[in-house]
């Protein structure tokens, strides 16, 4: 079994900054793509941000240039700087990764998710 367990969400005003952790743990050979995930409300999950093993990023439109996505593959764990914060970025975040295991296939795991607001 693998856990993700996100950390560091908070209400923030506008224009402020946040730094999002996720940390991996747990019965895995491999973590392929992470991602970050998030869900407003009344609204449906969507895409933010992911990284592949190698660095490799793809952005949502809506964060680009504002949000940054990271990882440190030597502590299986996940970043996302959020900087500009807008009250539109008020979301549940969700962590995502795709592992390897002793299971067959690539398999995909979330975390709990931390809240963000936006607001002031």
């Known amino acids: 079994q693998v856990q993700l367990v996100e950390s560091g969400g908070g209400l923030v005003q506008p224009g402020g900054s946040l730094r999002l952790s996720c940390a991996a743990s747990?019965?895995?050979?491999?973590?392929?793509?992470m991602g970050w995930y998030r869900q407003g409300p009344g609204k449906e999950r969507e895409l933010v941000a992911t990284i592949t093993p190698d660095g490799t990023t793809n952005y949502a439109d809506s964060v680009k240039g504002r949000f940054t996505i990271s990882r440190d593959n030597a502590k299986n764990t996940l970043y996302l700087q959020m900087n500009s914060l807008k009250p539109e970025d008020t979301a549940v975040y969700y962590c995502?990764?795709?592992?390897?295991?002793?299971?067959?296939?690539?398999?995909?795991?979330w975390g709990q998710g931390t809240q963000v607001n936006v607001s002031s």
């Open positions: 747990g019965g895995f050979f491999r973590i392929n793509a």
């Open positions: 995502n990764a795709r592992v390897i295991s002793i299971r067959p296939g690539e398999l995909s795991y």
